[in-house]
């Protein structure tokens, strides 16, 4: 089997976790990766460096969603014990909070596999603070190192092929006879790019703080109607820590916003009264486009015509992770 026979486009969370999939099942040196940005490029077009990130309740409640999530944290939970330090992964408390009662079976299955869990519902007539809130030990990562880590493990314990290119079709995937399968993880680019043009496809605008803050050493998110306030405490960096946010729905302005800096610093401290400390200090605004899409992720295989010959080739599309691509990645792949 040569190098080319699987091929997969796109090395954001979701393509790493694919190829890393592959490469534990012994395709590794089977795999090549083919992305226009890499592991330590910053580009509005490239949203994993850009993510919190941690493991939460926020994605969806349908069945699909519920398994890639269980996968995901049980690969990460699994990823901090063995290698958390290399990884930038780590065990971390977590408390969220509901405005609204999320689904019986979302928090049935959450109940089923979380470390540490327990569920409290609070008085649902008490207005804004009706709900629930939900305890466990969550998994937080340092995204922008997290996904170097991963592409280091890919090329040198499992010899997968890397190649800088951006490609105008998803049929470019097929780069000689022997690909057999093209993997589409293209995330936002799923929605022009040609073989795909997925109109299901948009982002979702995020806008989060980089703040040091050393002393603070637990995640904590408020789940609104409208809204996501989030403190996710960045594992190995000194510090650091990740306020947010925003969830934008079809916004794509990459630019950060003053008065976005500013509610986010007003939401995160009421949330948490020991940000407001001598030792908070904010570093940096970024903004990011989760890759969001009608009716969920698109984990499907498509049998394609590959060039004007009768060529018939397989793609496995796997975008469209929204604001879950870390915590789900590894289930999506699986
Ligand atoms: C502010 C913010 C906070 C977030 N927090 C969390 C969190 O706490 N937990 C969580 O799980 N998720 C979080 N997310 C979501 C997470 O970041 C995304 O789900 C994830 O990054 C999507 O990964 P992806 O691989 O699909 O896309 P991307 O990271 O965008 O990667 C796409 C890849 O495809 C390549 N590509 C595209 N088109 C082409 C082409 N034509 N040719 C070649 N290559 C191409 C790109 O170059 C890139 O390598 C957050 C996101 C944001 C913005």
Redesign the pocket.
């Known amino acids: 089997m040569k190098s080319e026979s699987v091929v997969i486009?796109?090395?954001?969370?979701?393509?790493?976790k694919v190829a890393l999939v592959l490469a534990e099942r012994g395709y590794g040196s089977q795999t090549t990766i083919?992305?226009?940005?890499?592991p330590g490029d910053t580009s509005i077009?490239?949203?994993?460096p850009?993510?919190?990130?941690?493991?939460?309740a926020?994605s969806a409640s349908d069945k699909n969603a519920l398994r890639w999530d269980q996968l995901g944290y049980k690969h990460l939970l699994k990823l901090a014990a063995q290698d958390g330090k290399n990884a930038f992964v780590r065990e971390t408390p977590s408390t969220e909070y509901w405005d609204e009662m999320p689904s019986r079976t979302k928090l049935d299955s959450m109940a089923s596999y979380l470390k540490d869990v327990t569920t409290v519902q609070r008085d649902s007539s008490a207005g804004p603070t009706r709900g629930c809130c939900n305890k466990f030990t969550t998994v937080t990562?340092n995204?922008p190192m997290h996904v170097h880590y991963v592409l280091r493990r890919l090329r040198q314990q499992y010899g997968v092929r890397v190649i800088r290119?951006?490609?105008?079709s998803v049929t470019s995937g097929f780069l000689s006879k022997d690909t057999k399968v093209v993997f589409n993880?293209?995330?936002?680019?799923a929605r022009n790019?040609q073989g795909v043009e997925d109109p299901k496809c948009y982002p979702t605008?995020?806008?989060?703080l980089l703040a040091k803050a050393p002393h603070i050493n637990q995640n904590v998110m408020r789940h609104g109607k409208d809204y996501e306030t989030?403190i996710?405490p960045r594992p190995h960096s000194k510090g650091n820590v990740i306020l947010?946010?925003y969830m934008q729905k079809g916004v794509d302005l990459p630019d950060t916003l003053g008065d976005e800096t500013e509610s986010i610093l007003s939401r995160t401290k009421a949330m948490l009264p020991e940000l407001e400390s001598s030792e908070t200090e904010i570093l940096a605004a970024?903004?990011?486009?989760?890759?969001s899409r009608e009716g969920g992720a698109r984990v499907a295989s498509e049998v394609v015509q590959v060039d004007e010959s009768e060529r018939k080739g397989l793609v496995v599309h796997d975008?469209g992770?929204?604001?879950?691509?870390?915590?789900?990645?590894y289930g999506m792949g699986s």
Do not use: D
């Not at 083919?34 to 890499?38: G, Q, R």
């Not at 077009?45 to 994993?48: G, I, L």
């Not at 993880?185 to 680019?189: D, E, F, L, S």
């Not at 970024?286 to 890759?291: I, L």
């Open positions: 486009i796109g090395a954001g969370i979701i393509g790493l083919i992305a226009e940005h890499l077009n490239y949203t994993s850009w993510a919190g990130a941690n493991f939460s926020l990562l995204a290119k951006k490609v105008l993880c293209t995330g936002n680019a790019l605008r995020g806008q989060i989030y996710i947010g946010g970024f903004a990011g486009m989760r890759p975008y992770a929204g604001g879950t691509g870390f915590q789900a990645g």
